[in-house]
């Protein structure tokens, strides 16, 4: 039920242990975060997010410095970074903490885009990069949509739309219609149907029993969805260009393609999306289950 579907599950909870290794640059200790186990059992969205029960593997897996905020994956805290490479990542890396709200303490996101910015310079590959910043755009969206067992993907997300209609128009509480009109904000914004999200959020915020809490969350809901999220999307565009994906294999330009084909759709361009999209199903290594979402999209009326 939309009603209770979003909840903090810790069963079957993601687990990991810590240990600590030298900063790259400098001579300080960071924490490095191992996975232990993962699950899937919060589903997928349209843009392959993956979601398991507790915590999220992809908020530990990027390793911060203490005082220089230099990161990387924790396995990459022991390469040996030269002295004008590492002059140029922290000159980097200061520069780009101002622009963070508390550059003291970034959020996950925020590190995620030091990594990107980092690994640039450590002349990681396009592809590389790009999955950093959408693990930017996954954990950004940790923060507002919760956990949702089962939700699997475009097909249940609009099954569970379709009902709606049905579910907004049963003799609901205040508080339950508040409920239900927050949550379908959320599935609404996991499969990439911005329009109908902000429908939801617009009439959730126009409610008059809100409180105080409630207002924060529909403004946190909307600072994610509006500023956070695009940034990143923008990034992760700007860097598959034609020639980018003419150089990769065709598994990894199937992939980029459909990643484009679902931030087009997010945007508002359903006839770019549908470009992207068909050109998944012309990579001959595409994975399955992305020819499948590309195939579903194509043919959705």
Known sequence: MLLMAFVNSMVLAASFTM???????????????????????????????????????????????????????????????????????????????KQFKDPDNPEVWERYWLAAENYTLMSESDYFIAKLYLSAIWSARDTIVGYHAGLNGPLVIDQLLEQASIELAKPLSEDQRKVLLFNLARVAHRGGYSQIRDDYIDAFSAL??????????????????????????????SIFTPSVLAELNSQERAHAHYLLGDIARRQGSPELALTHYRAVLNEEKAEEKISTLANYFINKK
């Open 19 to 97: 240990r600590t290794a030298s900063c790259p640059i400098g001579d300080e200790q960071v924490r490095i975060y191992d996975v232990v186990s993962d699950n899937q059992l919060g589903g997928f969205d349209s843009d392959l997010a993956t979601y398991s029960s507790g915590e999220q593997a992809r908020n530990f897996l990027i390793s911060t410095c203490v005082s220089n905020y230099i990161s990387l994956f924790g396995e990459d805290m022991s390469r040996i970074i030269p002295d004008d490479l590492a002059q140029s990542m922290l000159t980097q890396t200061e520069a780009l903490r």
């Open 208 to 237: 008059p029993n809100l409180t105080v809490s409630d207002m924060d969350s529909a403004q946190a809901f909307k600072n994610i969805t509006k500023k956070v999220e695009p940034l990143f999307q923008i990034k992760l565009q």
